[in-house]
């Protein structure tokens, strides 16, 4: 069991080492982005005839 119980704390401190974005956290990232975008005003675009 003790090869077990070391795999278990070698995993547990990578994971907290880690530094890859997860999806989960991405999305709350995104969904800012997407609350800044709507809240700025649209760009005036110059239109020609």
């Given at each position: 069991?003790?090869?077990?119980?070391?795999?278990?704390?070698?995993?547990?401190?990578?994971?907290?080492?880690?530094?890859?974005?997860?999806?989960?956290?991405?999305?709350?990232?995104?969904?800012?982005?997407?609350?800044?975008?709507?809240?700025a005003?649209?760009?005036?675009?110059?239109?020609?005839?």
């Amino acid at each position: 069991m003790k090869i077990a119980t070391r795999m278990i704390k070698n995993m547990t401190k990578e994971a907290t080492v880690c530094k890859t974005k997860m999806p989960w956290e991405r999305g709350l990232r995104r969904e800012a982005l997407i609350a800044r975008r709507d809240a700025a005003p649209a760009p005036q675009l110059k239109r020609t005839a």
